[in-house]
């Protein structure tokens, strides 16, 4: 059975920065592309990053997901948070090769961990 599980999430003021992690568990990590989403309130999942089986850094804005396959860890780097960053974050995991923005396909989450940012 494959696990998630994210931690690092708080709260910041506007221009702070965190680091989330989600580690893996129950599977070969190397198997999964994995990805952070996020949820407000009466909104759907939106996608935040994804990064591929195969690592490396991807940065998109503020945000830099990245994974370490030998602490089947994967991180998102988050740097000047802003209010409307404000939300639940998940971590999710499918197996494939190519990240996808929809949440549908992904095949295990975690719990979430909630990022509060304060203005």
């Known amino acids: 059975q494959v696990q998630l599980v994210e931690s690092g999430g708080g709260l910041v003021q506007a221009g702070g920065s965190l680091r989330l992690s989600c580690t893996v568990s129950?599977?070969?990590?190397?198997?999964?592309?994995t990805a952070w989403f996020r949820r407000t309130p009466g909104k759907e999942r939106e996608f935040v990053a994804g990064?591929?089986?195969s690592g490396g850094d991807s940065a998109k804005g503020r945000f830099t997901i990245s994974r370490d396959n030998a602490k089947n860890t994967v991180y998102l780097q988050m740097n000047s948070l802003q209010p409307e960053d404000t939300a639940v974050y998940y971590c999710?995991?499918?197996?494939?090769?190519?990240?996808?923005?929809?949440?549908?396909?992904?095949?295990?989450w975690g719990q979430g961990t909630q990022v509060t940012v304060s203005s």
């Open positions: 990064i591929p089986w």
């Open positions: 129950g599977g070969t990590f190397r198997d999964y592309t």
């Open positions: 999710a995991a499918r197996r494939g090769v190519e990240v996808s923005v929809v949440a549908r396909v992904y095949n295990y």
